[in-house]
């Protein structure tokens, strides 16, 4: 059976932020992604912002948070920015998969260039570790990267 797309917020696309109404195809391709990821949830569901589970520092699961290895692979979610070390944006496309998969449509800058980006996470059962799988099964990249949640920062 083919996953149903539900909104979690009224209104049709024209109530939705200027970012989504320019960009239909864009949307459907995320719903697209999200849907045809193997997950068994039955349905992909459109979200206004990234939801509270996901969101906080995300850095390389093998190194403490704290550590100056873990600078280039840190993650910074929020409600609706996601931020790497040299780049980052503002959401443009936030589609959940039951409650651990997570795909994004950003509107990335960084190092002078912009460009839309196309994530998909899954957070592990117990929200401790954010596994980025968009790449996952690529030739050059067999499996995903794991980041572990940093406690927030004083």
């Known amino acids: 059976m083919a996953p149903v797309l539900r909104t979690s917020h009224p209104g049709t696309l024209r109530d939705r932020p200027k970012t989504m109404r320019r960009n239909p195809l864009?949307?459907?391709g995320l719903v697209a992604v999200a849907a045809c990821t193997g997950s068994?949830?039955?349905a992909a569901e459109l979200q206004p912002v990234i939801?509270?589970?996901f969101r906080g520092e995300w850095q390389?699961?093998?190194y403490p948070c704290d550590s100056p290895f873990n600078m280039e692979t840190r993650l910074l979610l929020q409600a609706g920015t996601l931020s790497f070390f040299e780049s980052g944006g503002p959401t443009v496309a936030v589609v959940t998969s039951g409650t651990s998969e997570l795909a994004l449509i950003?509107?990335?800058a960084g190092e002078g260039q912009t460009w839309l980006g196309l994530r998909r996470f899954l957070l592990s059962p117990d929200q401790?570790?954010?596994s980025d799988v968009t790449y996952a099964g690529w030739p050059d990249q067999n499996k995903p990267?794991?980041?572990k949640r940093c406690p927030p920062q004083r």
């Open 26 to 28: 864009l949307l459907l």
């Open 40 to 42: 068994n949830a039955s």
């Open 51 to 53: 939801p509270e589970r």
């Open 60 to 62: 390389d699961s093998r």
């Open 106 to 108: 950003t509107a990335m």
């Open 128 to 130: 401790s570790s954010l």
């Open 145 to 147: 990267f794991v980041r």
